[in-house]
């Protein structure tokens, strides 16, 4: 069991349990499959996690912040890392992984992040490995990356013609559903003495 969280009083009950049947073993899976290992849902597992999910997360969308924001960004991307490292902190902090769980978290999101990245960027290895190693590899990639021939550059732009055509779109619909009331006389308010 888990030594930080029966030191800090987070769960209660937590024995190491010897002897347990597989049939016992499968119920307890599935009860913490099925409560989303949330102590909120009545699951108990005394906080041995080997993985942090929560680090996991923070990971990828600082990832995804510094890879597909622009380069000039310098101060998304600092704080983004900065949010990362400050998430990681505060999960150990409140003693919820051992370190060891936030480590192999950022260190397997990252790499996995990495490969795939390298992976998909690779012209050489489109070209030269056959679908079947890749999907050893990686079974989403052959799904994600089928239709890609190149490498996809990142262009940058601000959204302001899509938004400027949607609301230039509403506004003549306003205006065209206000005329509209105003010939069938519906919406208008007549003065009442």
């Known amino acids: 069991s888990s030594g930080i969280n029966a030191e800090y009083g987070h769960l209660e009950n937590c024995e190491v349990r010897i002897g347990d049947s597989w049939d016992d073993r499968l119920q307890h899976v599935i009860s913490i499959w099925r ?4 102590s909120i849902s009545g699951v108990r597992t005394c906080g041995d996690y080997m993985f942090s999910g929560h ?3 923070l990971t990828v969308l600082n990832l995804f912040v510094c890879e597909y ?13 900065s949010l990362n490292l400050f998430g990681a902190f505060f999960i150990l ?3 919820e992984h051992y370190t060891i769980d936030v480590i192999v978290a ?4 990252s790499r ?3 490969y795939y990245h390298v992976l998909a960027n690779s012209l050489a290895h489109k070209q030269h490995h056959s679908k079947e190693l890749t999907w050893s590899w990686f079974p989403l990639y052959s799904y ?3 239709h890609v021939d190149s490498k996809i ?41």
Not at 35 to 38: K, L, P, S, V, Y
Not at 106 to 109: D, G
Not at 155 to 161: D, K, L, N, T, V
Request: aromatic share 18%.
């Open 55 to 57: 680090t996991a997360v």
């Open 144 to 146: 994600f990356e089928e």
């Open 153 to 193: 550059l990142n262009e940058y732009e601000w959204p302001w013609e899509p938004i400027v055509a949607f609301c230039t779109r509403r506004y003549h619909w306003f205006r065209l559903i206000r005329e509209e009331r105003r010939k069938n006389g519906v919406g208008t308010f007549s003065k009442i003495d």
């Open 93 to 95: 902090a409140a003693h």
């Open 69 to 81: 924001s622009s380069s000039k960004l310098r101060f998304l991307q600092t704080l983004s890392w």
């Open 35 to 38: 409560g989303a290992g949330m």
């Open 106 to 109: 950022f260190y397997i999101t």
């Open 112 to 114: 996995t992040f990495a």
